[in-house]
């Protein structure tokens, strides 16, 4: 049955006339993976997440979601786009035309990531060029940014006594949120455009652009570098933090976990949602890659080495930053969660206050946000490539040609950025902050999950999937998949949503600021708009469908 339906997916694309691109090479195709499942969603997320709950009380649920969420859902969905060699939309249409809904929400998804994404991106090379000046801005106070509650912990002596007013503020504190964002004072006062993060965001724009423009032929070139040196640059990082005085106190926090903060949904919650948003599942951003591979391709191997590779290097970079952290907590003299603040903010305090109390100061500085650069910009363009190849193979004889494709990439490019203006405004970091948590990286990718899994599980057939997998691969799967895909995974993710319910509590930016209502709401909608797009679809094709429901339901 399999290989029919293989051979009816494959005559109906060659008769559009259109030859799909593929990977050059396996290992384009292990690179590519690598650069989108290893972003700063390791490097960035992962730490400030452990160290907002609880350090190593955050490892536990997140290891829970590593073993039955993380690893079969990024299986599920490589085999699917090996398998029906289509976009996030387009190979749900033919494995169930019902399901249509889950690839138009993972677009949507996809679409808030892209836009939000590119703000860090655009931090990350401010604070790149500024490594190269003669005196890091954010070692030192005295600058026309700083207040006069400004404490400059570079000049002060380890042995000291410190004490200062709950005002005061470090000389990174102080450049983070007054210098690179000029903050305002809530999500209300939007502000002006910061037009040294504009230049700074049309740059990472054409480099994104110029990463994916001619499609998988010059993705799979980029990511031979993009995908391996970011690694170089973290064992340097890991390797100096680990030397630090004081860095064990920080390594001891983040793998000691604290009971107490296990009984609490929200940390499930945000264990989950990490999994989900590092492995780029519940988004499309895995069929995608997958799709390019050889029909014939034996990639379940590689997938599970790619998850191992993923969390592996989460758990890295935590010892990376918390080593850091450590030290941080050594010279100012106090307890570990009260170094820096937990919020998007921590790999823009937190490091650059620590390299600058380090000897060479500039060399690590630029070691650490060149990496950030590198990640992000894998991270993006492989998102960025998932949007444009799905609309590509929704409209393949409009959009196949190199030249149509090049301009379409350009206009895409053009239309999102008046959107990512708003988030390098005085209240931008508000904007993003709420469109991370609630479109990017809350419900709506665990809803994603359920869906998938209910699809392939009960309605395409779980045991028709395996055949599937043993005719592309030559190798059956394990057992445990299957158990995974059908209760396991759905059961959990549907679980940690409906404790987040009970318990939940309103986003807030860094402890302190809250948002007004009609933030939560617009927050809200965005999640609901990703969700109902299911059911919606699926209402709609019922209604409007020539045949029958179970020609609707089944593979056309």
Known sequence: MSSQLHIVSVIS????????????SKAEFLLASAGSIVGLGNIWRFPYLCYKNGGG????PYLLFVVVCGIPLFLLETMIGQFTQQGIVTCWRKICPLAQGIGYAELLILCYGTLSYLTILAWALFYLVFSFSSQLPWASCGHTWNTESCIDFTSLNQSANWTYGPNSSSAATEFWERRVLAISGGIEEVGSVRWELML???ACSALCYFSIWKGVKSTGKVVYFTATFPYVMLLVLLIRGLTLPGAWKGIHYYLVPDPDRLADPQVWMEAGTQIFLSY????GQTIVLGSFNQHKYNSYKDCIWLCLLNSATSFVSGFAIFSVIGFMAEKQGVPI???????PGLAFIAYPQAVAMMPIPHFWTFCFFFMVLLLGVDSEFVMMESIITTVTDLFPMLLHKARRRELFVLIFCLVCFPFQLTFITEGGIYVFQL??????SGAGVLFMAVFECLVIGWIFGVDQFYDVIKQMTGQQPCVFFKLCWCFLTPLLSLGCFIFYLVDHRPLRFNRWYVYPDWAYALGWTLTLSCIVMVPVWGIYMICAGTGSLKQDINMQ
């Open 200 to 202: 700074c965001l049309i």
């Open 13 to 24: 694309y060659k008769m559009t006339g259109v030859e799909r691109d593929q990977w050059g």
């Open 57 to 60: 009380a955050f490892l536990v």
């Open 435 to 440: 469109i991370d948590y609630y479109a990017c």
């Open 337 to 343: 969660n009260a170094v820096a603040e937990s919020g």
């Open 280 to 283: 780029s599942i519940g988004s």
